[in-house]
């Protein structure tokens, strides 16, 4: 989405210098996050952020320290949903996942993904 690409540039999502692995920073992604109208509130220091997307459900967005963590978040994510009957998505990019729950509205899974990844 051109749209939140631009706007993650102007709130400076993301790392400037594509090589860097330094991943985006919970302010960062949440300064992207706001610039795209997409509300966003602090889970604490194990969860990261949380965004409502609809009901009672969050998705959430962290950053760990390494990508092998990250991938083990996501997965414990999942599993700990999945043990309580619920369904849900994670994606890693490096030392970034996102979880969701479920089915997401495209065009919000669009955004948060944008700025968490961008």
């Given amino acids: 989405m051109a749209g939140v690409t631009s706007l993650c540039l102007l709130a400076g999502c993301g790392s400037s210098d594509s090589e860097s ?3 985006n920073s919970l302010g960062e992604i949440r300064s992207c996050l706001d610039a795209a109208d997409v509300p966003a509130a602090s889970g604490g220091a194990d969860v990261g952020l949380l965004i409502p997307v609809g009901g009672d459900r969050n ?3 962290s950053v760990e320290d390494s990508e092998a963590e990250a991938e083990q978040q996501a997965e414990d994510w999942k599993s700990f949903g999945a043990a309580a009957g619920k369904t849900g998505t994670t994606t890693v990019n490096g030392s970034v996942w996102v979880g969701f729950p479920g089915e997401v509205d495209a065009s ?4 948060v993904e944008d700025c968490a990844f961008e």
């Fill in 108 to 111: 919000l899974q669009q955004k």
């Fill in 59 to 61: 998705a959430v967005v």
């Fill in 21 to 23: 692995d330094t991943p």
